[in-house]
């Protein structure tokens, strides 16, 4: 079983919709969560960084954190044609300096 | 402008013959990271650096030959022990403890 498992896709929305993208994790030991999104024949680019358990807020980006369910999430709102791209969940050990990321989410937002 | 330079873009490896990417950063991070993206998969870690001089293996290492000499070079040799080396190659940098930043890749491909 992978440390990090994130849902799969494809994910189809229509411009406007709301875009929630999940991640689990069994590492109990995992404090530092990211997202990365990344354009096709890109590298990922950093959008959402924390390391507690609730909601941190960007513009229309929102990242959840639940330690006790260890499930995190990413909220896109008022999404546009821009945001297409595959999103990557990232997590780290305090002190490791290494990251296990997920194996993205591919996210379409139709005009 | 302050960055992660991945050259080339694109390389093409004949069969036994070892290729090195090369990976140069300007932003003074002490980390740096390599990793093999295939289709449809996330991002898997070959080796990783935290400091001049001292590396240490990912989970695939095999078939693959860093070093790093100096703080902002940290270039990777794939050799002809890697059988299946056509993948997308990400480099990445990051401060101690802080999330890492990514070059826009190197695609290796078998001619």
């Known amino acids: 079983q992978k440390e990090v498992e994130q849902d799969p896709g494809p994910l189809s929305v229509p411009e406007g919709a709301i875009v929630s993208l999940n991640c689990t994790y069994s590492n109990s030991a995992f404090q530092y969560f990211m997202w990365y999104r990344q354009y096709s024949r890109k590298g990922p680019e950093l959008l959402m960084y924390t390391y507690s358990s609730g909601n941190k807020e960007d513009g229309r980006f929102t990242a959840q954190v639940d330690k006790s369910s260890k499930y995190i999430s990413l909220f896109i709102r008022d999404s546009q044609p821009s945001d297409s791209a595959t999103y990557l969940c990232a997590m780290s050990v305090a002190n490791a300096g290494k990251s296990t990321f997920g194996d993205g989410t591919t996210l379409t937002v139709k005009p | 402008d302050g960055g992660i330079t991945q050259s080339p873009k694109y390389l093409f490896r004949k069969e036994g013959q070892n290729v090195t990417l090369s990976c140069e950063q300007n932003l003074n991070h002490d980390a740096m990271y390599w990793y093999r993206q295939d289709p449809g998969q996330g991002l898997r870690l070959i080796y990783y650096s935290q400091i001049v001089n001292d590396f240490q293996k990912g989970d695939i290492a095999e078939g693959y030959s860093v070093s790093r000499e100096k703080k902002e070079s940290f270039p990777l040799t794939v050799t002809s022990a890697q059988k299946n080396p056509t993948a997308f190659y990400l480099c990445?940098?990051?401060?101690?403890?802080?999330?890492?930043?990514f070059g826009d890749g190197t695609r290796l491909s078998i001619l």
């Open positions: 990445a940098s990051s401060p101690r403890l802080e999330p890492q930043h």
